[in-house]
């Protein structure tokens, strides 16, 4: 069996669904993902290319750690770990933690970071802080949310199929319930349940729901704020994103450590470390401590003198 035989991702359809790793473990898309193409990994040699294209098909939050890979691809441990490495080194792929806050808690999660197009550590240093660049290449027209909603009503009620110039038309009606706070399960509730039937003109029935059903303002809850940070993939050593090129730190990338400035009259890490193994060798264990401690009132008690006639306790 050749190796091209392995260039496109198993299908999906045949097997089980892929594993979903644990609650802020997993895949983690990166944003603006231009559309699929046949030729996304095509500058990658056919393992990582079949790797790469299996990871951008499975949804965010799946497994994606070298042991369960090695369970549903063709490929051992050894050879998935290499073709992730690989994978980021191509910029397709970050290893990092983020910082999720609320008003009661913040608790860090780990991230493995995944780009359909290929960036280069200036584009991930740019996601880490939050305003990583648009895509200037065209794109498809969508749709809005609202107009989404409507042209998907059919689905849920086929007597509710509208057509694309009523979707138009009831679409600022829709935006205005989004607006105050309706999710679209709320506003899909509110059209489709109890319908008369027949339904005679659905475009005039839904206009009439979304006027007399209109929610009130919601209080919009505050979404909680986010802090990223990546990590050397080899050995998982914290870092900024200008000191992980190609996502390894310096010293797994095989260069020297940078040695860090300090103040004029600080006091070099050498001397450091040798006071505190000066100060660790002159402390007396505990269990010396203690035994000497037990040690000295049996000794005392052994050398004083009792006065004659006096009773022993």
Known sequence: MTATQFSAAPHTSTVAPHPMANPGYGKRSAVDQS??????????PPREAAVAAYIDRLPDGSDISVKTLAKVLPYGQCALRTALNRLQAAGHLRRGREC???????????????????RDDDWWAAFVRGDAPRETAPQRPTRSRAYALLAALGRKAPSLSLSAAECESLEPQVTEWFERGATEAEVTHALTEGLPVPVHRA???VRRRLADKLPPYRPTPERPSALLTLECGECRAPGSPEALAGGLC????????????????????EDVRAR???????????????????????????GAVRPLGTPAS
Do not use: N
């Open 35 to 44: 559309p699929r193409g046949e030729r996304d990994f095509s500058h990658l």
């Open 203 to 205: 475009s005039a029935l």
């Open 100 to 118: 999720v806050t609320t008003d009661q808690l913040m608790v860090w999660v780990t991230r493995t970071f995944f780009s359909r197009t290929a």
């Open 276 to 302: 505190i193994a000066e100060i660790r060798a002159g402390v007396v264990p505990r269990y010396e401590r203690t035994a000497r401690a037990r040690r000295k009132p049996d000794a005392e008690t052994r």
């Open 250 to 269: 310096s010293r797994c990338r095989g260069e020297a450590a940078p040695v860090s400035a300090g103040p004029p009259d600080a006091v070099p890490t």
